[in-house]
């Protein structure tokens, strides 16, 4: 995407807001396949940054669902401060430990997640202003499709269909 694509008339308003959608999954176990997906939305609901992919190696010990929610986080944060790092950004999720850790709420106790958190936290304070909203996980559908399609891309890239999903569905 051009920078350009984050505004229609191609100048940034104080009053323009973007909103982030992030999703993580680990499947068919936890650790498993960990994939992530994020989807960035203008303020007319038009999707103008998207992207999926591994969170990790799969089925090793690190890579769990946890671990995807955060990668999902910090691959979107990382195209909005490449593609608009001026956007007031309101970020959206359905995992509830990685909200409440990004607004301060909960520490961060899993010496595999302090990592990931600072480097969320450090992509965030290069956006405008940012806020953390937890979501259900119904209208985080077009994330949460993202990281489905990765998850199914890894396993035809190993000669294989999907086995079932377990924890999304």
């Known amino acids: 995407w051009r920078r ?15 909103a982030l959608f992030f999703d993580g999954l680990a499947e068919p176990q936890n650790p498993g396949v960990a994939c992530y997906g ?7 609901g038009e999707v103008i940054g998207e992207g999926k992919g591994l969170a990790g190696e799969p089925f090793r010990p690190g890579s769990t669902n946890n671990r995807a929610e955060y990668v999902g986080l910090i691959e979107g944060l990382k195209w909005v401060v490449l593609t608009c790092p001026e956007a007031n950004l309101v ?11 990004m607004r301060g709420e909960y520490a961060v106790r899993s010496p ?16 405008g202003r940012v806020r953390f ?7 985080n559908e077009l994330a949460d499709a993202r990281s489905v399609q990765a998850y199914e891309e890894y396993w035809r890239s190993q000669g294989r269909d999907p086995p079932p999903m377990r924890f999304r569905r």
Do not use: M, Y
């Open 133 to 139: 909203e937890w979501i259900p996980r119904k209208e």
């Open 112 to 127: 595999n997640l302090v990592s990931l958190h600072g480097e969320a936290r450090a992509l965030a304070r290069r956006v």
């Open 91 to 101: 970020v959206n999720g359905d995992s509830q430990l990685v909200i409440r850790q």
């Open 4 to 18: 350009d694509s984050c505004w229609k008339v191609g100048v940034l308003g104080v009053s323009d807001t973007l």
């Open 38 to 44: 994020f989807v960035v939305l203008d303020e007319g």
